[in-house]
Nanobody, 122 residues
Framework: QVQLVESGGGSVQAGGSLRLSCEPSGRTFSIYTMGWFRQAPGKEREFVSA????????DYTDSVKGRFTISKDNAKGTVYLQMNSLKPEDTAVYYC???????????????WGQGTQVTVSS
Protein backbone atom coordinates (compact mmCIF):
# COMPACT_ATOMS: atom_id res chain seq x y z
CA GLN A 1 0.00 0.00 0.00
CA VAL A 2 0.95 3.60 -0.55
CA GLN A 3 -0.13 6.48 1.66
CA LEU A 4 -0.27 10.05 0.38
CA VAL A 5 -0.34 13.21 2.47
CA GLU A 6 -1.02 16.58 0.87
CA SER A 7 -0.17 19.97 2.29
CA GLY A 8 0.13 23.57 1.17
CA GLY A 9 -3.44 24.54 0.47
CA GLY A 10 -4.88 27.85 1.60
CA SER A 11 -6.59 31.05 0.56
CA VAL A 12 -5.12 33.57 -1.85
CA GLN A 13 -6.31 36.42 -4.00
CA ALA A 14 -6.56 36.10 -7.75
CA GLY A 15 -3.14 36.37 -9.35
CA GLY A 16 -1.43 34.87 -6.33
CA SER A 17 0.52 31.65 -5.96
CA LEU A 18 0.47 28.50 -3.85
CA ARG A 19 2.60 25.36 -3.79
CA LEU A 20 1.01 22.06 -2.95
CA SER A 21 3.08 19.14 -1.68
CA CYS A 22 2.32 15.43 -1.69
CA GLU A 23 4.50 13.12 0.35
CA PRO A 24 4.21 9.40 -0.34
CA SER A 25 5.01 6.64 2.14
CA GLY A 26 4.75 2.88 2.27
CA ARG A 27 5.49 0.86 -0.88
CA THR A 28 6.75 3.86 -2.81
CA PHE A 29 9.00 1.67 -4.96
CA SER A 30 5.85 0.52 -6.75
CA ILE A 31 4.86 4.01 -7.91
CA TYR A 32 5.11 4.83 -11.61
CA THR A 33 3.14 8.08 -11.77
CA MET A 34 1.79 10.65 -9.35
CA GLY A 35 -0.80 13.21 -10.20
CA TRP A 36 -3.07 15.97 -8.96
CA PHE A 37 -6.83 16.17 -9.30
CA ARG A 38 -9.30 18.75 -8.07
CA GLN A 39 -12.97 18.87 -7.24
CA ALA A 40 -14.94 22.08 -7.01
CA PRO A 41 -18.30 22.26 -5.18
CA GLY A 42 -21.04 20.72 -7.25
CA LYS A 43 -18.62 19.49 -9.91
CA GLU A 44 -16.97 16.21 -10.75
CA ARG A 45 -13.36 15.56 -9.89
CA GLU A 46 -11.05 16.54 -12.74
CA PHE A 47 -7.48 15.81 -13.71
CA VAL A 48 -4.99 18.64 -13.22
CA SER A 49 -1.49 17.31 -13.76
CA ALA A 50 0.72 14.22 -13.59
CA UNK A 51 4.40 13.33 -13.54
CA UNK A 52 6.08 10.06 -14.42
CA UNK A 53 8.57 8.74 -11.87
CA UNK A 54 10.41 6.94 -14.67
CA UNK A 55 11.25 9.67 -17.15
CA UNK A 56 9.80 12.83 -15.55
CA UNK A 57 7.31 13.14 -18.37
CA UNK A 58 4.52 15.54 -17.41
CA ASP A 59 0.93 16.13 -18.40
CA TYR A 60 -1.43 19.03 -17.73
CA THR A 61 -5.03 19.83 -18.34
CA ASP A 62 -5.40 22.73 -20.77
CA SER A 63 -6.81 25.18 -18.25
CA VAL A 64 -3.63 25.16 -16.12
CA LYS A 65 -0.95 24.98 -18.82
CA GLY A 66 1.53 27.82 -18.44
CA ARG A 67 0.36 28.54 -14.88
CA PHE A 68 0.93 25.29 -12.96
CA THR A 69 4.13 23.26 -12.77
CA ILE A 70 4.44 19.74 -11.40
CA SER A 71 7.79 18.50 -10.12
CA LYS A 72 9.32 15.75 -8.00
CA ASP A 73 11.99 15.79 -5.33
CA ASN A 74 14.17 12.79 -6.12
CA ALA A 75 15.56 12.46 -2.63
CA LYS A 76 12.25 12.51 -0.77
CA GLY A 77 9.84 11.38 -3.45
CA THR A 78 7.66 14.38 -2.67
CA VAL A 79 5.69 15.74 -5.61
CA TYR A 80 4.92 19.44 -5.83
CA LEU A 81 2.35 21.46 -7.72
CA GLN A 82 3.42 25.06 -8.11
CA MET A 83 0.34 27.13 -8.92
CA ASN A 84 0.85 30.65 -10.24
CA SER A 85 -1.55 33.26 -11.60
CA LEU A 86 -4.36 31.63 -9.68
CA LYS A 87 -7.93 32.32 -10.72
CA PRO A 88 -11.20 32.04 -8.78
CA GLU A 89 -12.10 29.06 -10.97
CA ASP A 90 -9.09 27.20 -9.54
CA THR A 91 -10.93 27.03 -6.22
CA ALA A 92 -11.35 23.37 -5.29
CA VAL A 93 -10.20 20.57 -3.07
CA TYR A 94 -6.97 19.29 -4.57
CA TYR A 95 -6.16 15.59 -4.30
CA CYS A 96 -2.87 13.83 -4.80
CA UNK A 97 -2.93 10.40 -6.45
CA UNK A 98 -0.48 7.64 -7.32
CA UNK A 99 -0.55 4.56 -9.50
CA UNK A 100 1.35 1.32 -10.03
CA UNK A 101 0.41 1.37 -13.72
CA UNK A 102 3.44 1.99 -15.95
CA UNK A 103 1.33 3.53 -18.72
CA UNK A 104 1.63 7.32 -19.07
CA UNK A 105 -0.59 9.13 -18.76
CA UNK A 106 -2.42 6.58 -16.63
CA UNK A 107 -6.09 5.81 -17.07
CA UNK A 108 -6.64 5.12 -13.38
CA UNK A 109 -4.98 5.79 -10.07
CA UNK A 110 -4.63 3.33 -7.22
CA UNK A 111 -4.00 5.56 -4.21
CA TRP A 112 -5.45 8.87 -3.09
CA GLY A 113 -4.69 11.48 -0.48
CA GLN A 114 -7.23 13.15 1.77
CA GLY A 115 -7.25 16.43 -0.14
CA THR A 116 -6.30 20.01 0.59
CA GLN A 117 -8.49 23.06 0.07
CA VAL A 118 -7.44 25.84 -2.30
CA THR A 119 -9.57 28.99 -2.30
CA VAL A 120 -8.93 31.85 -4.72
CA SER A 121 -10.83 35.06 -4.16
CA SER A 122 -11.44 37.73 -6.78
Amino acid sequence: QVQLVESGGGSVQAGGSLRLSCEPSGRTFSIYTMGWFRQAPGKEREFVSAISWIDRNTDYTDSVKGRFTISKDNAKGTVYLQMNSLKPEDTAVYYCAATNNPRFPPMNYDYWGQGTQVTVSS
